[in-house]
């Protein structure tokens, strides 16, 4: 393959030269094109669905369990098990641990709702801890003062890809005896010290909604942890709290991941490692063109800390002149989003929480200058030339 920089050196002629109308000309693109995926798949994916409606078996079952092993292995844990969707797996987590009124989860106000929704759920409080801003996880030296005798544990997110900073989050997790749930929803196989995210804490929750690393045919999620106990309240929860048939040992839930999505994802799990290596691809690609174009200055561009490895679920750069620059690219062409636009102290769902506007500035200053770039495997070195051109453009003429 033709390493970026080498592809882009015959149309880097100055960035004075760079104009809009050499983007507007291409092709128009998704933000996140499953199609794609799909198409390199479709013989395997249709005969792995036509083998469930055969045997009929739809609910947990061989497929799921054959799921359930082959994530455990991956991951390097004791116990994976499948339920329903990634907010289900943070619910089931919490709801193994004892999560319940009266008790508080600490976690960050910059991820997607799902995370405190599941503590709020259980009638438990959310108390969010600010972010570090260059990489947009929880920052760890806030969390001591956060925490209080009603403290049961933290729910780090690995955002975007890159995983939270774990060492002193499960420090001082041990010094106050909390549990650490991980949300790894989005940062499937990336790695922190060389071990993966999700198995670093008490329990790892995944997702396999469609735009995630890993995606399903609609919802889906797991459970991953190396405490027998654990995996086996888990397990009955996920089945009503049940462990014999009608017979109800727990308040439970229905939260099962379906045969059909299962099948789906041992097709698609054998290419995760391609997939990925894919996205970081495609992020080099930014990085070094965005230093040829001498824009790296200009924008905030993702920080790996030394240790992280990034799988990119997302790739987000920041600017205090983002909605500009927004505008500007979807006017030639180039889709772009916006995660997140608000933090959750401020979302109308926790105004009983009694946040106010300024109390958490690191997470409210994220959402008005972060914007997320295409960066699906499929994606290509030339449609992110074309990105980078177009941010170019937009700088060159507004600067
Ligand atoms: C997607 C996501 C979830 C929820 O997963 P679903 O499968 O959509 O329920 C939870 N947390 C984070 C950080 C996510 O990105």
């Known amino acids: 393959m033709t390493p970026f920089n080498q592809q882009v050196e015959g149309t880097l002629l100055g960035v004075a030269a760079v104009k809009t109308s050499s983007v507007a000309g291409a092709q128009p ?45 991956l991951m390097g844990c004791h116990h994976a098990l499948g339920c329903a969707s990634g907010s289900d797996a943070l619910l089931l987590a919490l709801m193994a641990l004892g999560v319940g009124p009266g ?29 570090e801003p260059q990489t947009y996880n929880i920052d760890p030296f806030r969390l001591e003062e956060a925490i209080t005798p009603r403290t049961r544990g933290i729910i ?12 002193p989050i499960l420090n001082i997790a041990k010094t106050h005896g909390l549990f650490v749930v991980e949300d790894a929803a989005q940062s499937i196989c990336a790695r922190y010290q060389g071990r993966m995210v999700g198995g670093l804490g008490t329990i790892g929750c995944f997702s396999f909604f469609p735009s995630k690393n890993l995606g399903a045919a609609g919802d889906g999620g797991m459970v991953t942890t190396n405490d027998p106990r654990l995996a086996e309240s888990m397990k009955t929860l996920r089945v009503h709290g049940s462990r014999k048939k009608y017979q109800c040992d727990l308040v ?52 790996v800390p030394a240790g992280c490895e990034h799988v ?34 401020l979302q109308p769902a926790f105004a009983d929480l009694g946040y106010k506007s300024g109390d958490l500035v690191e997470a409210e200053l994220a959402c008005q200058q972060v914007l997320a770039l295409p960066i699906y495997p499929e994606l ?15 700088f060159a003429t507004t600067d």
């Open 29 to 73: 693109f998704p933000f996140l094109d499953l199609k794609a995926q799909f198409a390199g798949l479709r013989p395997e994916i249709i005969a792995a669905v036509i083998g469930v409606l055969e045997n009929q078996h739809f609910i947990l079952g061989p497929e799921v369990e054959a799921l359930e092993r082959d994530f455990a292995d």
């Open 156 to 167: 780090p997110v690995h955002l975007f890809g890159l995983p939270a900073n774990m060492e």
């Open 103 to 131: 008790d508080e989860v600490i976690t960050t106000p910059f991820t997607f709702v799902a995370t405190a929704g599941s503590i709020a759920r259980l009638g438990a409080r959310p108390v969010f801890v600010d972010i």
């Open 380 to 394: 290509g070195e030339e449609r992110v030339a074309a990105v980078v051109r177009g941010i170019a453009g937009f």
């Open 312 to 345: 990119y679920n997302q790739f987000v750069i920041r600017t205090h002149r983002r909605d500009q620059l927004r505008d500007h690219l979807r006017r030639i062409g180039i889709p772009t989003e916006i995660y997140y636009p608000s933090p959750l102290h």
């Open 252 to 303: 439970g839930t229905n939260s099962r991941l379906d045969a059909l999505q299962a099948a789906i994802l041992r097709v698609k799990l054998p290419h995760l490692a391609e997939w990925t290596a894919a996205r970081q691809r495609n992020a080099d690609g930014y990085w070094s063109l965005f230093r040829d174009y001498q824009i790296s200055e200009s924008l905030g561009l993702p920080s």
